[in-house]
């Protein structure tokens, strides 16, 4: 069973940086995608960005992008995500999202907007807050 701790969110004014890491544990291979998503209050749950641990891929949400670089220490198998320039828009519970299937993995190479539908494993969840 893969199980996923995420740590790192709080409270920060705009413009300021927050890092978000993922740590991960239950694989059963090492070829696996990690995303991050997230949700605001009234919101749909919208994937931010995501890594394949074999071949390092990544995708960006345009709202993030150049903003969030997204990064991964295969050793440790954890994932992180960089959040610079934040913005109040940025305020939501961010969640780590894990899943092994070959046809999610696939997906993901192609660069498509991730499913949270597609992740079968999540982490409880951080919020983060981003005042004006």
């Known amino acids: 069973e893969v199980q996923l701790v995420e740590s790192g969110g709080g409270l920060v004014q705009a413009g300021g940086s927050l890092r978000l890491s993922c740590a991960a544990s239950?694989?059963?291979?090492?070829?696996?995608?990690i995303c991050w998503f997230r949700q605001a209050p009234g919101k749909e749950r919208e994937g931010v960005s995501c890594?394949?641990?074999?071949?390092?891929?990544?995708y960006y949400a345009d709202s993030v992008r150049g903003r969030f670089p997204i990064s991964t220490d295969s050793a440790k198998r954890t994932v992180y995500l960089q959040m610079n320039s934040l913005k109040p828009e940025d305020t939501a519970v961010y969640y780590c999202a894990a899943d092994e299937k070959p046809i999610t993995l696939a997906t993901m190479r192609l660069g498509a907007h991730p499913d949270p539908l597609d992740f079968d494993s999540w982490g409880q969840g951080t919020q983060v807050t981003v005042s004006s």
């Open positions: 239950g694989f059963t291979s090492d070829d696996y995608g």
């Open positions: 890594i394949n641990s074999l071949d390092g891929d990544t």
